[in-house]
């Protein structure tokens, strides 16, 4: 028999449904996402840590899930709410339904949700704290308490997700990413890249190694001096949850290191990037989540379909004569990209790596390759 689950909006807006995955309740900022397909990317990606993520498309697991298409070893976000949810997966990978993925996990979700209603709600009010219940408490109970949990704003949830020792990461991409026929050439390892941890992204380590670059993975507290220590041709700055102002330590480092390796950052990396130049950065009111975010790059005036994440954002103003903006986003003009050419040195809001997500942006990682050739 299907069960009753909740939704409740810190606002005190409600949403009724059925439980599926694992039973229980959970606590997190209920965000939106908009991208079609990649939900078992977007679940295990670190950054959602600390969030419900409501995907705008109705129909979800279609293709089941699989090990292959995790980018961290279990979903970080703590709860799913979806319109429609697929039974019976129909695909040559999957290995169970989302249903029991997410139960195996511990992560509770609510399906049947008018999901239209809910994006259109966190668009006008504002991204909020939620809760998802299967158990049986009034929904005005819980939008009480969900009125008064912590929000994201000064939460360092990275320093959580990071690593606790470095490691050396020297897998290629799948060969299930491939073409089919096509084989993919043995890269040669020729770049030592030291690769912060801030709760990376499995793909993006894996992208690092097809350009050439022998990677050492991190914690976030690892120093500037033993990073040094190491000479590595370049720096490598990833994604994670939280708020990029809250990190410990994290801008000191980077700002020791800049002008001293080539570095490359990607989302809470150039949040980071952007704090240490001595810039500032300020919660969204949604985000940009998703598979169709266009982005210009103002160097080349050329247009990027690109897979994003993040609800804070860089404040231009507060770049300026620290860094040149190289990137907008068409939809609302906030900064995308930034480079301080003389510390060769470059970071994006949006995720090259995609996974799940258009491929236009995949070039970024042979530019960080460039970068280090020319050092
Ligand atoms: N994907 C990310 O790295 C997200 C960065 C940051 N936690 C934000 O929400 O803006």
Redesign the pocket.
Known sequence: MTKRAVLALADGTTFEGRAFGASGETVGEVVFNTSMYGYQEILTDP?YVGQIVTMAYPEMGNIGANATDEEAGLPHAVGMVVRSLTKTPSNWRSQETLDAYLARHGRVGIEGVDTRRLVRHLRTHGAQTGIISTENVSAAALSERARTAVGMEGLDLATGVSCKEPYVFTTPSPDVFLAPGDKRPEPELKYDVIAYDYGLKRSMLQYLVDVGCRVTVVPSHFTAEQVLAKKPHGVFLA????D?AAVKGADRTVAALLGKVPVFGI??GH?IMALALGGRTYKMKF?HRGGNQPVKDLTTGKVEITAQ????AVDDASLKGKAVVTHINLNDGTVEGLAVPDARAFSVQYHPEASPGPHDARYLFSRFATLMAGS
């Open positions: 950054s994604n994670g949850p939280g990029p989302c809470l949040q985000g994440n993040h609800g804070f």
